[in-house]
């Protein structure tokens, strides 16, 4: 079959006979598409979307109506007992609430005087005191250690050791030199 691929119009010839002649009046391909399977897809596609909606309904019902069916309780044991809380910790209802509640309670803490144990005679002063009292009296501190001894030896009683101090690292339980 030799085709004359540059020609266009009149001159050109189809191999297929069916696409040579255009019937007149025609407004599209005949050969490419047909009108009876569109609408006939259409048609289909219309009533099986009418039948799945119609049967979502009813499962809908058929749902609904379970729902609203009274039965006898599953576990019967279970009846008289009441609504049970979810374990600790649980979340908060009202956090803001919450934290007002515990800034209140800390702020009296630290503004009254409190027993913490009555029999101990433990009680719980204002903070502010407490830091007047503490600046009077002045803070606890290790008496001084005599020099000439070793670090982590105990002092001869009544010898003194200039140049030892606490140790850092053991928390004061032993004796270091001083860097002079």
Sequence with gaps: ???DHGAIGPAYVSPDPEYAVTPPGAA????DA???LIVRFAVWLVISAVVIHVGIWLVFILFVEQREATTAPEFPLAVGSGQRL???????RF???????IRLRDDAALTNYEWVDRNAGTVRIPISEAMRLTVE???????AVPD???????????A???????????????????RQ
């Design 1 to 3: 079959m030799a085709h």
């Design 28 to 31: 599209y391909e005949h050969t």
């Design 34 to 36: 047909s009108i009876w």
């Design 86 to 92: 979810p374990a600790e910790p649980r979340l908060q």
């Design 95 to 101: 956090p803001a609430n919450e934290a007002l509640d």
């Design 137 to 143: 009296r002045g803070l606890p501190s290790r008496p």
């Design 148 to 158: 000439g001894v070793k670090p982590g030896e105990a002092p001869a009683q009544g």
């Design 160 to 178: 003194e050791t200039p140049g030892l101090i606490p140790a850092d690292s053991s928390s004061g339980r032993t004796m270091e030199s001083r």
